[in-house]
């Protein structure tokens, strides 16, 4: 047994080398790129229209924008909500690349180990899991045992994490809502000391420019950060929640014991075009 043993832990470590430190995290340039594209089409805009960016650099309406908004946040939404919103937006700037086709092979794998002996035999392998869901799905069928039981405690994880994602886009959403309204605020702020020097016409002209600058503040941050970092956060829970229910199903399976080639054709459908060409071109001759 302990040969038995010893032979898959050597097979599993072959296997699993070249991701076992878990899926990795890279820039997402996309992200990056668009943002810089966005902000850089403004500034290159109002350059073309012969006005000196230094003009916009005004303190007191980015202090109302930015400070009015940061003061909504904090209204609208729980303590523990916001800390968790803003770490997912400091995690939007990079992407954690998980490859769905290595993650079928891999339950593939498990699950040929509990067809030869038994489902607690892959206890020991579990911290190799290439996927942390995959790891706590893995566990808790070893520690449960009944299928309907870890089906319901797996989908209810997949929900709250849905919800959760949900909940952090909703988030900067409202934030987005306010930031065009609270920027008005800094123009009205601005136009009233316009007021006050009425009498000097050239303060007055260069006044409603400097106070119009609030509305900019406002549009920009709504538009080009807060609702567009919003559809990017629900963009990446839609894809993750992908991947979960992919593992979802490949956890049950291997419960079942299924077939390895069964459970291939089971979770095929998660693979994009790319990935199931490349599973095809891989793919054994025949399964044991």
């Known amino acids: 047994m302990a040969t038995t043993q010893a032979a898959l832990s050597e097979q599993l470590r072959a296997h699993a080398a070249p991701d076992q430190a878990g899926p990795a995290r890279r820039i997402d340039l996309l992200f990056v790129v668009g943002v810089t594209v966005a902000l850089g089409a403004v500034i290159a805009g109002v350059i073309a229209a012969g006005i000196s960016v230094t003009y916009f650099f005004q303190p007191t309406g980015a ?3 930015l400070g009015g908004t940061l003061g909504v946040m904090l209204v609208t939404t729980p303590r523990r909500s916001l800390v968790h919103t803003f770490r997912r937006v400091l995690d939007l700037a990079t992407a954690r690349e998980v490859n769905r086709e290595s993650l079928i092979e891999q339950i593939i794998f498990y699950t040929r180990i509990a067809r030869r002996g038994s489902i607690m035999a892959v206890e020991p392998m579990l911290a190799r899991a290439e996927h942390p869901f995959l790891a706590q799905a ?10 309907e039981e870890l089906r319901t405690v797996l989908e209810n994880e997949l929900r709250l994490r849905e919800r959760q994602g949900e909940s952090d886009a909703k988030t900067l959403e409202v934030a987005g809502g306010f930031a065009p309204t609270i920027g008005i605020l800094g123009t009205v702020v601005g136009l009233i000391e316009v007021l006050r020097q009425f009498s000097n016409l050239a303060a007055v002209g260069a006044g409603i420019g400097t106070a119009f600058v609030s509305t900019i503040y406002g549009l920009a941050l709504a538009n080009l950060l807060l609702l567009p970092a919003a559809h990017r956060i629900r963009a990446r829970v839609a894809e993750d929640f992908e991947t979960e229910e992919m593992i979802l ?12 080639s069964l459970i291939r054709m089971r979770l095929a459908g998660f693979l994009r075009p790319a990935d199931a060409r490349s599973s095809a071109e891989s793919r054994p001759a025949h399964e044991s």
């Open 63 to 65: 202090l109302i924008v």
């Open 138 to 147: 893995l566990q808790l069928a070893v520690d449960i045992g009944n299928r």
């Open 249 to 260: 199903e490949g956890v049950l399976s291997f419960v079942d014991t299924v077939h390895p």
